[in-house]
């Protein structure tokens, strides 16, 4: 290995063990790309001091003291990224439907209706898992709201522990693949492709996901029903329950089909869209008799908290992915990818595996920031059979990012870093352990894989819609 290659594993070396040391992610990335500024520019190679950086590099073209100059590359040019704006608008609707009720009051519903089935809460809380995906979008907020609402109700029943909160993880994490999803709307813009078309691609393999959940608790219920019990006190279904699930459901249903079916029509861009869903998520809750001054207010602040952290991973990420390519980063990353197998699609597995990796110490944020850029240039690079059925522009970057986003689900249920556990676990009682949960998690972790190898060796699977979609 040569000077730059070692530069290269350090900078990454060392921003995982700034992460572990408890960093947090912004002041890691910024920290260690200026470490290596000082190192890779002043100390190994002093012949090159600051002063001469104006002189730009025959290879790279890079000055650092234009780096500091320039600060519009890496906070302008986010903040006026029209693709962008749909973060918060996207983030708001979210929180609006969790705070003011109108989330609560359907599961309460659900519950009623589906609880006296054997497995009928597991079936319950993956349902409105669904539904709030595709409401939501907002992962902390799901996997908090289902297990508050459905821990207590699994507990009395007698569900075993693992079941009970595998399911509730599984079903909060699936608002990140299941458009309106923010981290596709992050892929959009890192990868230069169409949010239109990810935001239709990812829906197939999103409920797909959701399908294999259903299909799994209810073999699990023919299997262990001990583990999913009937409850003694059944409550009756009658038209006035049907009437009131209906009232519950219907809303944010419509809500998902405007927001999306106002990209599939053709009527507004994702971007519009996502105005919509929050203008949207604002109605509802007037008409739920739920939103006040205090839960606007709250609902603002964790919008601004939310849409600020992730911009300042965006910065952050930038000015690393610079410092990174300064070293050559990305050639070194692009021709150990491609030198490790000749067929293309075992490269692609190859990257997949690695992000699987990945997912087990960072966060899906810092993942598609900084791998996910580092990929494109292999992707395109490749000699991909994928059919865009003459509609979808670089059809083989959306099955990519699909395939990555399915893959990243995962991140959210294998420690250390599973943020999904971390949620589940702060509103579980005492009794139920993390290691509880991380049991319950193994069989969906398999599940979300097994829906990966389908999006793989079934590439259509994300670029049909968008066709269909966008080819009128």
Not at 224 to 251: C, G, H, Q, W, Y
Not at 322 to 342: A, K, P, Q
Request: charged letters at 10%; glycine letters at 10%; one cysteine or more.
């Amino acid at each position: 290995m040569d000077l730059n290659q070692w530069m290269v594993l350090l900078m990454f070396i060392t921003f995982i063990v700034m992460l572990f040391r408890g960093i947090p992610v912004v002041y890691a990335l910024v920290g260690v790309s200026l470490l290596f500024i000082l190192v890779g520019e002043v100390v190994l190679d002093p012949s090159k001091k600051l002063i001469n950086e104006y002189i730009e590099f025959k290879r790279t073209g890079i000055s650092y003291i234009k780096l500091f100059a320039n600060g519009g590359r890496f906070f302008g040019g986010i903040i006026k990224n029209p693709v962008l704006v749909a973060l918060p608008m996207f983030i708001y609707m979210g929180l609006m439907l969790d705070q003011s009720g109108v989330a609560t009051k359907m599961m309460k519903s659900m519950q009623v209706l589906f609880g006296a089935l054997k497995g009928g809460l597991s079936l319950t809380v993956m349902v409105i898992g669904i539904i709030l995906a595709a409401s939501t979008g907002v992962i902390g907020a799901s996997v908090v709201l289902l297990g508050v609402m459905a821990i207590p109700t699994m507990m009395d029943q007698g569900y075993s522990k693992p079941i009970a909160t595998g399911t509730i993880a599984a079903s909060g994490t699936l608002g990140i693949l299941i458009p309106p999803s923010i981290m596709l709307v992050i892929m959009s813009d890192q990868l230069a492709i169409s949010l239109g078309d990810l935001f239709m691609g990812a829906l197939f393999p999103g409920l797909l996901l959701g399908t294999l959940y259903i299909v799994f608790i209810v073999v699990y219920g023919l299997i262990s029903p001990k583990s999913m019990p009937v409850p003694k006190n059944r409550e009756p279904i009658t038209p006035k329950l049907l009437f009131d699930v209906a009232m519950s459901v219907v809303p944010p249903m419509g809500l998902i089909f405007l927001v999306l079916g106002s990209i599939f029509f053709g009527l507004a861009t994702p971007t519009e869209a996502s105005g919509i869903g929050a203008l949207g998520a604002t109605i509802l809750a007037l008409f739920a008799r739920n939103l006040n001054r205090k839960v606007f207010l709250d609902v603002m602040r964790q919008t601004l908290n939310t849409s600020g952290y992730i911009v300042g991973i965006f910065i952050a990420a930038n000015f690393f992915a610079f410092i990174l390519r300064r070293f050559g980063g990305d050639e070194i990353i692009e021709n150990l990818v491609l030198g490790s197998f000749d067929n293309p699609y075992m490269v692609v597995a190859f990257i997949l595996f690695i992000i699987f990796l990945l997912g087990f110490l960072l966060d899906w944020i810092e993942i598609t920031l900084i791998i996910m850029p580092l990929m494109l240039p292999v992707i395109l690079g490749l000699d991909l059979a994928v059919n865009g059925f003459g509609v979808v522009d670089d059809p083989s970057v959306v099955w990519f990012a699909i395939l990555v986003a399915v893959t990243l689900q995962t991140s959210f249920l294998t420690p250390p870093v599973g943020f999904a556990l971390f949620y589940l676990k702060g509103v579980c009682p005492p009794d139920i352990s993390l290691l509880h949960i991380y049991k319950g998690v193994i069989p969906f972790v398999l599940i979300q894989l097994l829906g990966l190898g389908i999006v793989f060796f079934f590439p259509e699977f994300t670029t049909w819609l968008p066709a269909v979609a966008y080819g009128n």
